[in-house]
């Protein structure tokens, strides 16, 4: 069965900073696809971000960067010079390859505060 | 494109009673998923259907929750005799059918089971 595990329940972080949130998954799976979303104060919940397990680079997008490392199973988020809008909580999912079920599973997300 | 619709926004339904939460997904998306979101759980998976299909129901409680889709613009989710323990956010999600699709979330239902 697969596993998403997110240790940090929360962060804070000063305004302008980097920001790293670490995300761990078990999967028997040789190719899987891992995604980060962000859930705002709202409840809205978008996505941020993917890595394909059977890319080495990692992916980025504007200011999110994933550190994809695979022998440790391990797909850190990213955030470079943090705004106070980035002040969310943070999920980490992983879906299998090739299954042909496409549903998530979800890490029990981290909570980062952003201050000025 | 107005995202995936979901209503009601909120409901409060009295213990026993039903429970029907609606969900658009986006157009031309043919997967479409059910999670549920509470503090203690986070978020849950409950069923999902791709073409209108019933693929995996495997996160349903059995006895008191059922789901349908009709038609390719919306879904239901319908809990019978709704208890405390119901009360969550439900989320509806759709995404294209492919691997590597990210979802697209509604806002959600908030149910509350007094």
């Known amino acids: 069965a697969q596993k998403v595990t997110q240790t940090q329940t929360s962060i804070s972080v000063v305004e302008k900073t980097t920001v790293t949130m670490d995300c761990v998954y078990e999967?028997?799976?040789?190719?899987?696809?891992l995604f980060w979303y962000k859930q705002t104060a709202s409840g809205e919940i978008v996505f941020l971000i993917r890595q394909d397990s059977y890319k080495k680079e990692n992916a980025t997008v504007g200011h999110y960067s994933l550190n994809f490392q695979k022998p440790k199973s391990s797909i850190g988020l990213i955030i470079t010079a943090t705004q106070i809008e980035d002040s969310a909580v943070y999920f980490c999912?992983?879906?299998?390859?090739?299954?042909?079920?496409?549903?998530?599973?979800f890490g029990a997300g981290t909570r980062l505060k952003v201050i000025a | 494109n107005a995202g995936v619709i979901q209503t009601p926004r909120h409901k409060v339904t009295g213990k026993g009673q039903e429970a029907t939460l609606w969900c658009e997904p986006i157009?031309?998306?043919?997967?479409v998923f059910w999670y549920r979101q509470t503090i203690v759980q986070g978020l849950e998976f409950l069923t999902y259907f791709r073409n209108q299909a019933p693929i995996d129901d495997s996160g349903m409680p059995k006895e008191r929750f059922s789901a349908q889709m009709p038609n390719q613009s919306h879904s239901t989710l319908k809990i019978q005799s709704t208890q405390p323990q119901d009360s969550a956010v439900y989320l509806c999600?759709?995404?294209?059918?492919?691997?590597?699709?990210?979802?697209?979330f509604g806002s959600g239902t908030r149910l509350l089971v007094i």
């Open positions: 999967t028997r799976d040789s190719s899987y696809f």
């Open positions: 157009s031309g998306h043919s997967a």
């Open positions: 999600a759709s995404s294209l059918q492919t691997e590597n699709s990210d979802y697209t």
């Open positions: 999912a992983m879906r299998a390859f090739n299954t042909g079920n496409y549903k998530y599973v």
